[in-house]
């Protein structure tokens, strides 16, 4: 691939970038340079930056050639430069820089008569918005003649490129695009796309069946206690807001958020399909992370509550979970909501604010970390002292057997929805500690592999915390009878199964 007087480190870099893209041909050749040149005889692999815009692999005639003309402009604003016949060779900062879509870009520059352009991706493997569009599906891009490709150099032959290039006459034809096969990829698939995705959808589904029934419940309720003749829709809206829990607030969130990123990332499959338009596919990257990790903290707080009797501690973690400061455990909510929405709406209009991402996903991962943790030791615990002394802890607390079962299943619950946002944060912290891994087709797999199942996962054990039970209550509640069956009289005697909120 590469030859000619190099640096070691040169040398290392794009033997490293060779190996990655093993099995395709180089694209971009720089054939007049003088012998001792950095650009002598090299050839760099270049794939169209997407599907949708310009000559694509496999077109006839599609290679193009001029001389390298540097560009660092805005490729978001109408240009004033005219560069007919040439090859625009873009800095770093103008490519990743352009806060519009890909096919404006792409028009913007095909205004200056350019015959091709080259985006540089240091380091990375080019290019993963194989199937990102604007909705349009390249209506107005695909069949033009400018190429538009993007290469991935290491920094030493970046800036190689960039002090020598501009002048030389370049030749630049569309390569196949390796992440092509990633994407449809079994692994890809299954354990990005298909696994959590529908783990997601079947989660937010059963959230709202869950959440039906407990208002059932609460309906229930309200008619019990209130006679025919005083029930209004003000009242019964003021009964159910009262009696409205963290529980109820959980399985709504679920409801919403999991289902909604379940389809999203069904239908777009994290980049590995053209379905989802650019912007939609970026809102939902994270799967509405922030809102999961809010979800987490209630559901938290609703075992600490219930575990206290047995395993209950004075540390500031479990005493905010608790309720005990009310202002910091809303502000823990908010944040992390808020965060995340932002980065999805920067994400969303084309923006690249590195310094926002990596604050916002640094402070997410401390929180979720430090609370799964924080809950998981108590889950540990909890098992541990249960396993002793049960029947001891259980009689000097004073709690009933159908007490214990609901402990028993948040704990699980609990222990599921720790495990499974340590898989998030692991995921998190292999892309946070190896950039250039992250940046390759197996480490972005495995990466957001572990990020999104863990992500599906915490979802399904907090739904299922939340569980409503059916029991056997004695018929002390006769109007509950009375409505249910319509003809039952009230003073028979009886028992009627009804939902209990837990």
Same mark, same amino acid.
């Given at each position: ?37 950095? $650009? ?7 794939? +169209? ?22 560009? !660092? ?21 103008? #490519? ?7 096919? !404006? ?96 959808? #079947? ?7 869950? /959440? ?16 025919? &003749? ?7 809206? @003021? ?9 109820? @607030? ?10 909604? &990123? ?11 399909? +053209? ?7 970026? /809102? ?74 990596? $604050?916002?996903?640094?402070?997410? /991962? ?67 500690? &190896? ?42 509640? $006769? ?24």
């Amino acid at each position: 691939m590469l030859c000619g007087t190099w640096s070691l480190a040169s040398l290392v870099a794009v033997a490293h970038l060779a190996f990655n893209i093993a099995g395709v041909r180089s694209s971009v050749t720089f054939l007049t340079v003088p012998p001792g040149s950095p $650009l002598f005889a090299l050839d760099l692999y270049a794939t +169209p930056l997407t599907s949708f815009v310009g000559p694509q692999p496999g077109v006839v005639n599609s290679a193009r050639s001029g001389p390298i003309v540097l560009f !660092d402009g805005d490729m978001c604003k109408p240009m004033v430069m005219r560069a007919p016949g040439c090859v625009l060779l873009a800095t770093t900062a103008a #490519a990743s820089g352009a806060g519009c879509s890909f096919e !404006d870009r792409y028009l913007t520059l095909y205004a200056t008569g350019a015959s091709a352009v080259i985006l540089p991706f240091v380091d990375g493997i080019p290019s993963y918005d194989l199937y990102s569009n604007d909705g349009s599906k390249g209506a107005h891009t695909r069949d033009l003649p400018m190429l538009f490709v993007q290469i991935g150099p290491s920094i030493a032959l970046y800036n190689a490129l960039i002090t020598n290039g501009p002048g030389q006459n370049a030749t630049v034809s569309p390569d196949v695009n390796v992440w092509q096969a990633t994407y449809a990829s079994w692994r890809y698939q299954i354990f990005i796309r298909i696994l959590p995705s529908a783990i997601m959808i #079947a989660s937010g589904v059963t959230a709202a069946v869950f /959440f039906a029934f407990h208002m059932r419940i609460l309906d229930r309720q309200y008619r019990s206690a209130v006679p025919v &003749s005083r029930r209004s829709l003000s009242r019964w809206a @003021t009964h159910t807001s009262g009696s409205f829990t963290r529980a109820h @607030t959980v399985l709504v969130v679920e409801m919403i958020t999991a289902t909604v &990123s379940g389809i999203a990332l069904a239908i777009g499959g994290f980049h590995s399909t +053209p379905y989802l338009s650019y912007p939609v596919g970026e /809102f939902f990257l994270s799967l509405l992370g922030g809102w999961g990790s809010a979800s987490s903290l209630l559901s938290a707080s609703v075992w600490v509550r219930h575990a206290k009797q047995i395993v209950d501690s004075k540390s500031l973690l479990n005493r905010i979970l608790r309720g005990d400061y009310p202002i910091t455990f809303a502000a823990l909510l908010v944040i992390p909501v808020a965060m995340d929405t932002a980065i999805s709406i920067v994400f969303a209009i084309y923006y690249d604010m590195a310094l926002l991402s990596k $604050l916002a996903s640094g402070i997410m /991962f401390l929180v979720q970390l430090t609370v799964s943790l924080h809950v998981l030791a108590g889950v540990l615990r909890y098992y541990w002292i249960v396993r002793n002394v049960q029947e001891q802890t259980a009689q000097a607390a004073g709690r009933s057997t159908g007490t214990d079962q609901i402990l028993g299943r948040l704990s699980r619950c609990a222990l599921g929805m720790s495990l499974s946002t340590i898989m998030v944060c692991s995921g998190t912290a292999l892309m946070a500690a &190896s950039p250039v891994f992250l940046l390759t087709t197996s480490g972005r797999t495995v990466s957001f592999s572990l990020a999104y199942i863990g992500r599906s996962l915490d979802s399904a054990f907090r739904v299922a915390m939340f569980k409503p039970r059916f029991t056997l209550l004695p018929s002390t509640t $006769l109007s509950v009878v009375a409505t249910v069956t319509k003809s039952q009289k009230s003073h028979n005697a009886g028992t009627a199964a009804v939902l209990r909120l837990e």
